[in-house]
């Protein structure tokens, strides 16, 4: 944050000078004008350009902001405020605790706005690739409803419950993702190095070869020719595929393609509807209207396809529809929930039901992750059986009909 030095008078009319941090110049008079002092000259330090360049120079090296720290943040600040700790004072101590200095910097940012009269969510809303809308969203009503702290408390439980989700699922795809590395690299070498030395034995012999051997050895000459260009065209494809990705309609259709894989689709959509009826719940007990809640819920979506269907839903409720009739036409709930939505609708508990549809989805997602592995291994093993057959067809097959030969 760049540093004024400031020449002012007081109301008194006494000269005072100084130094204060804040995003601008305008923002640093506001900031003096607030304290009952009159700003008469304004310039920024000297050492604020350096320290920018630095900071530029420095940027690829610097430690990057993890979600458990905004985690430890929300928790260490409900705890903060509810012992009646003032929020600057704090923040003051969370700056000095913070054992992250990217995630610190950024705190003492947020101490900075609230010292010059900004909210905390006005502040926050300035860093999205730290705090994410719905931390935001949430942390604009705890301010405006007088309960930060318990706002602050659910959303240390919201990311917890995210970030155990998130490391049960690299668990479970460490194994498979392993495997199949290794089995790139094998055949890449198998390619690269074992075929070429089988092809000058076979030339030797001048006899027919078999087709699969015939298909490997062309394969390895391909790789071995034009192994530069094949490179080029994967990192071309992978560039034009990302691109494609980022596009508005790219991503709402390979999402909606994720959905449908044989064994992670059904994962994914539980997974996302968890989140969904977890978020959603949170924002109505917290207070937010239930159309504002749908768009919350929808900018925090990891799946653009269940995102539109959650847009869908917001549009319906504008409408003057219920979430029951909205739920329906989504498609995407199966008829269960669509029955406690509609008790919770009934019954004016809808927060309740939504969090308990959360929990169920959540046990169907960690009993698929925990068998996840499971269901993958057979197809391993499979495609390490076919890899194995066709090399082993391939390479030895020829040198079995070449040894039958000489035995004759």
């Known amino acids: 944050m760049p540093r004024f030095g400031y020449t002012g008078r007081t109301a008194d009319g006494e ?29 920024e330090s000297a050492h604020a350009d350096r320290r920018r360049a630095l900071h530029l120079d420095f940027k690829l090296f610097a430690q990057t902001v993890r979600p458990i720290d905004v985690q430890l ?4 600040l409900h705890t903060l405020l509810r012992a009646g700790v003032p929020i600057l004072r704090a923040f003051a101590g969370l700056i000095e605790s913070t054992a992250n200095p990217a995630f610190a910097r950024v705190v003492a940012t947020l101490k900075g706005a609230l010292e010059a009269g900004r909210d905390l969510s006005t502040a926050m809303r300035q860093h999205p690739e730290v705090f994410s809308p719905f931390y935001v969203a949430m942390v604009r009503v705890g301010e405006a409803t007088g309960r930060l702290d318990d706002v602050l408390l659910r959303l240390f439980d919201y990311l917890e419950s995210e970030r155990e989700t998130r490391a049960r699922l690299k668990e479970a795809l460490r194994y498979p993702s392993f495997v199949a590395i290794a089995m790139v690299v094998a055949v890449a070498v198998i390619n690269v190095f074992v075929i070429p030395a089988f092809a000058k034995v076979y030339a030797s012999f001048n006899a027919d070869l078999p087709l699969m051997t015939r298909i ?57 509807l968890a989140r969904f009826a977890r978020t959603f719940a949170l924002s109505m007990k917290s207070g937010i209207p239930v159309a504002q809640a749908f768009s919350v819920v929808a900018e925090v979506t990891d799946n653009a396809w269940v995102a539109a269907r959650v847009q869908q839903m917001r549009n319906g409720v504008e409408r003057g529809e219920s979430i029951l009739r909205t739920a329906q036409a989504s498609n995407v709930f199966n008829p269960v929930v669509l029955q406690m939505i509609a008790v919770g609708e009934e019954t004016g508990a809808i927060d309740e039901l939504m969090e308990e549809i959360a929990d169920m989805y959540e046990r ?18 499979a495609a390490m ?17 070449l040894a039958s030969v000489a035995a004759r």
């Open 364 to 381: 169907e997602v960690d009993y698929e992750i925990k068998t996840l592995s499971a269901r993958i291994e057979p197809l391993i093993i």
């Open 73 to 76: 943040f929300s928790r260490q």
């Open 385 to 401: 059986g076919g890899v194995v057959l066709v090399l082993a067809l391939g390479v030895f097959l020829p040198m079995w009909d």
């Open 15 to 43: 000269r005072v000078q100084g130094v204060l941090d804040a995003d601008s110049a305008a923002e640093c008079a506001a900031s003096l004008m607030r304290n009952g002092i009159t700003p008469v000259a304004l310039r």
């Open 216 to 272: 490997l050895m062309e394969s390895s000459r391909l790789t071995l020719d034009y192994g530069g260009f094949l490179l080029a065209g994967a990192v071309l494809a992978g560039i034009a595929f990302r691109v494609w990705r980022a596009s508005e309609d790219g991503r709402l259709a390979w999402d909606r393609f994720k959905l449908r894989l044989p064994i992670t689709g059904s994962l994914i959509l539980r997974s996302t």
